[in-house]
């Protein structure tokens, strides 16, 4: 079981475009998937039109186990959603026992899925740090714009300092572009800067495209709602390049 965080400390890279739709893909080639939103604004259920009766509030203050937080999203894919309840569930978090692990307590025995993907909250918080070591590899979606880049420096950081004193080895698997604009002189400069700071790790990126800024207005993946789309065509090849390649 692969448990992936999908992760930028700055917020608008994609981040909850590419975790919905990598997951929804990887669940139409038939791989059992699970979605984790540890991100309080729960964008991932919305993004879906999912609305759970139990979320990861409830999963965190013991009220519930994993198994009764979990709703079907699609076929093949389920997910523990959020919401803004999270908010006082991370205060409760702040004085618990080895806080940091409490969502790796949690889901201690999940099992089933090939793939669990975290859809992580865009800031430097205890939530963040939860997901990030309950994974075991890292997504990291960057946005063509120059202030993404200092997102980028600050999770490096923080994952360096995570793995020493927690004795982890997370690192990152792989770093996405999104929001690419060939035209724009922009998009090459961070593009080009990525691989430079990340010459073996950077897939090929994703396109700017309509179809992925729509397709959660209408509670659907870009598969759903354009399958011909170059946002769907880019989230297909990039699945290839994360999970096949």
Do not use: W
Request: aromatic letters at 8%; charged letters at 20%; a positive charge.
């Amino acid at each position: 079981m692969r448990k992936i965080s999908v992760i930028n400390y700055k917020g608008g890279t994609g981040k909850t475009s590419t975790v919905v739709n990598l997951a929804h893909g990887l669940a139409l080639r038939g791989q059992k998937v699970l979605i984790i939103d540890t991100d309080p604004q729960g964008s991932s259920g919305h993004h879906l039109g999912i609305n759970a009766k139990y979320s990861l509030y409830d999963l965190i203050l013991q009220e519930k186990s994993f198994s009764e937080c979990i709703v079907k999203a699609r076929q093949n894919l389920d997910m523990i959603c959020s919401n803004e309840r999270l908010f006082p569930a991370e205060i409760s978090m702040m004085k618990m026992k080895n806080r940091e692990l409490v969502l790796s307590n949690r889901l201690e025995n999940l099992y089933g899925y090939d793939v669990v993907l975290i859809d992580c909250p865009p800031s430097m918080n205890i939530l963040s740090q939860n997901s990030l070591l309950y994974s075991e590899e890292v997504l990291l979606p960057v946005s063509m714009e120059y202030l993404s880049l200092i997102g980028v420096k600050q999770l490096l950081q923080n994952i360096k300092i995570i793995n020493k004193i927690f004795k982890k080895e997370i690192s990152i698997s792989f770093v996405i572009p999104t929001f690419f604009d060939a035209r724009n002189r922009k998009s090459k400069f961070v593009l080009d800067s990525l691989n430079r700071v990340f010459p073996t790790h950077v897939t090929t990126p994703i396109r700017a495209n309509v179809s992925i800024s729509e397709a959660p207005g209408f509670k659907q993946s870009v598969f759903e709602f354009d399958p011909n789309s170059n946002g769907a065509k880019d989230y297909h090849r990039l699945i290839e390049e994360v999970f096949y390649g």
